[in-house]
Nanobody, 123 residues
Framework: QVQLVESGGGLVQAGGSLRLACSAS????????MGWHRQAPGKERELVAA???????YYGDSAKGRFTISRDNAKNTLDLQMHSLKPEDTAMYYC?????????????????WGQGIQVTVSS
């Protein structure tokens, strides 16, 4: 089992920045791909950004050019730096990991999830 704990969310004005952090514990050696997902009210959960154990990254269209994902394997952490935030970025953000090295968009194929953290961007 892997436990994931997110931190860093909150309320920010449009145009502002936030940095989300995820700390992993437990069976960390099983972790390969790591990612940040989000779910806005009334919408499906979507993959925002991910990084494989090889360092290869994926960014969803909404994140490109504004968000940066990074992982520290020594500390077992995953960060998401978000800039130029928009009201449409408002959502619950979840850290998730996969035992597989493959980054997949299907949220149900991610093995472990954090509890989520709220990000609210005011206009």
């Amino acid at each position: 089992q892997v436990q994931l704990v997110e931190s860093g969310g909150g309320l920010v004005q449009a145009g502002g920045s936030l940095r989300l952090a995820c700390s992993a514990s437990g069976d960390i050696y099983s972790i390969n791909a790591m990612g940040w997902h989000r779910q806005a009210p009334g919408k499906e959960r979507e993959l925002v950004a991910a990084v494989g154990s090889d360092g290869i990254t994926y960014y969803g269209d909404s994140a490109k050019g504004r968000f940066t994902i990074s992982r520290d394997n020594a500390k077992n952490t995953l960060d998401l730096q978000m800039h130029s935030l928009k009201p449409e970025d408002t959502a619950m953000y979840y850290c998730a990991v996969r035992r597989s090295t493959t980054i997949v968009l299907t949220t149900t194929d991610w093995d472990y999830w954090g509890q989520g953290i709220q990000v609210t961007v005011s206009s």
